[in-house]
């Protein structure tokens, strides 16, 4: 069974339009992580969180909000969508800061 | 700041040829090292790690030696097969950092 869920797998959106984009993570770690993967930028570091609580942002735009409920959950919302936001959107954690990542099979979002 | 280096965008072999991937990394004191290998829709997953030098990570029949005097954390494989076809990143982690600094990756194609 897959310990890190995220959902949906695939989302097709129009510009200007908002998508909250879920993960949930059953290992039992303390931190989590978004990533961002596109043709233009392979492997791109988005945001981290330790206790629910923002540890680094390394996204430039404010329309993009990690959102935090549980220890356990990381949602990333995004507002007034762009075509330049189609990416594939990976979620991760780790047990503690700067262990070993474990991934999401990732939300594959396109921007019409 | 911290950065790695992969200097092969792409590596084309036959099977049972031997690989190697360069990785090259700059950072202070004695970062964690790592490679991930990244299948086709799926997330990065680790290969495996190092944490001191002389250190040699292995998985999988692909192996890796921590090097401080070259700042160098190779992957190299004896005899690669079509199901390695992929791409793999070189990762390091230093000072419990909520952020791991990635190289940019290179894919691996196994020709028929």
Known sequence: ?112 | GDSVTQTEGQVALSEEDFLTIHCNYSASGYPTLFWYVQYPGEGPQLLFRASRDKEKGSSRGFEATYDKGTTSFHLRKASVQESDSAVYYCALSSDSNYQLIWGSGTKLIIKP
């Open chain 1, 1 to 112: 069974d897959p310990k890190i869920i995220q959902k949906p797998k695939y989302l097709v959106a129009v510009t200007g339009s908002e998508k909250i984009l879920i993960c949930e993570q059953y290992l039992g770690h303390n931190a989590m992580y978004w990533y961002r993967q596109s043709a233009k930028k392979p492997l791109e570091f988005m945001f981290s969180y330790s206790y629910q609580k923002l540890m680094d942002n390394q996204t430039a735009s404010s329309r993009f909000q990690p959102q935090s409920s549980k220890k356990n959950h990381l949602d990333l919302q995004i507002t007034a969508l762009k075509p330049d936001d189609s990416a594939t959107y990976f979620c991760a954690s780790s047990e503690t800061g700067g262990g070993t990542l474990y991934f999401g099979s990732g939300t594959r979002l396109t921007v019409l």
